[in-house]
């Protein structure tokens, strides 16, 4: 923010005289910062409008260098870029506190060779492993994985990983709790948001292996619906329905354009799906309803923001209803500026437990997986279920970034010491963070 002030401050000082340069030299400095910072610390289709913005805006900057004069706009331009690697710095990643422990006794990873388009033979995951002394087991088609990881416990493990899927990392971590191993997560699967928010470095797959050697341990959270344990999230309502298609695996975006109409469209019936919303009324239905394992600070309603805390003891809660012909239109507009959360169907709150109800079995995407469960579907948060171990070097946990409009009263709060995100009070003393998200085309 200094760098950027200094920047106006130059192009102030130097075309003070000159009454048409000066405002439009102005204008152009504070739309390349402030598009700068966003697309810095934004993703997906927003860092590339914002960067688009940024590049536009310094073209014009640069047009005017010849009025300005070359060492002037050789500064101005530094103050920006140091302005912009600043902001991307200020957000940084935080790292959770935990406990430094010994290597693994007896480590056992479990791998699944077709998760993540075969990711644990791109990064030589058996070799790694065998390297450090971490006995490899290899999912054949067809394996029960459980009883794999069970198998691993009998035979004394004392710490159990997972290469593969969010899916596959719920599962063995149920195991690691209910027979009191310590448990790492590799990140071998296709999203591993998992992993992302237990501070691991996604890239470097078999970097996570070293937490099978002295490394960081702490007690997080698991979710549960029913018998069934999730690391991140279930979705019910349309996104479920997209999930459970055969053909969504392979082609994602296609499905959910032949779907959504039928799913969306003005003749569609909502889903019946029934819980208590976020001031505790019963709510009759919703098109897309969140089950979290501790709350998300989202970038879509697909979950595929961070959670910046894994240990709250409390599940996250989303819903979004849209009244069909009527509120489309203002979700688009808002989603196309990132502010659906100030859509009036837009709910966000966190509770202990949760219930829904249905008429009828419901489509649920449990981490991913599609299944069909019979109501009523209870949810509840397992706190410091299980102890999960990261290598030393993790970088931490990315801090929630903010939307298009955020960026600036963000980097002012990071400046006076306090979290990125504003957060306001809800039922029941829980913080509900208020945020734009990125748009609801991202969940597909």
Known sequence: MVCFAGAVAVVLARLADRPIALPVSVVAVSVTAMAGWTALV?????????????????????????????????????????????????????????????????????????????????????????RRGVEVVSLAPGADLRALAEHAADGGADVVGMAGGDGSQGLVADVARRRGMAFVCVPAGTRNHFALDLGLDRNDVAGALDAFDTAVERR??????????????????????????????????????????????????PPDLRFAGSDGRAESSADVLLVSNNPYQLHSLGGLGTRP???????????????RARDLPTLVALESVGAISRFRGFQQWSSPVARVDSAQPVSVGVDGEALCLTPPLLFRSL???????????????????????????????????????MSRRVRGGDEKTVRPVEPLTSLL
């Open 42 to 130: 934004g993703r997906g289709r927003r860092r590339v409008a914002a960067s688009l913005v940024a590049a536009v805006a310094f073209s014009g900057l640069i047009a005017f260098a010849g009025v300005a004069g070359l060492t002037s706009m050789l500064v101005t331009t530094a103050l920006l870029f140091a302005s912009g690697g600043a902001a991307r710095a200020a957000f940084g990643r935080h790292r959770p506190k935990g406990t430094i422990v010994g290597p693994a006794q007896r480590g056992v990873l479990l791998v699944n060779p077709r998760s993540g388009g075969g990711a644990a033979d791109r990064h030589h995951l058996a070799q790694e492993a065998a």
């Open 220 to 269: 997080v959270d698991l979710g549960q619906v029913g018998d069934r344990v999730f690391v991140n999230n279930v979705s019910l309502g349309v996104y479920a329905e997209i999930v459970r298609s055969d053909s969504y695996r392979d082609a994602k975006a296609s499905t959910a354009a032949a779907m959504l109409p039928d799913l969306l469209g003005p003749d569609c019936t």
């Open 309 to 323: 805390r894994l240990d709250s003891g409390r599940l996250g809660l989303v819903a979004l209803r849209v009244d």
């Open 383 to 421: 706190p410091g279920a299980v102890r999960v171990r990261v290598p030393r070097h993790a970088p931490g946990v990315p801090v929630a970034r903010p939307g298009t409009w955020g960026t600036v009263p963000a980097l002012i709060r990071i400046a006076a010491g306090r979290p990125a995100a």
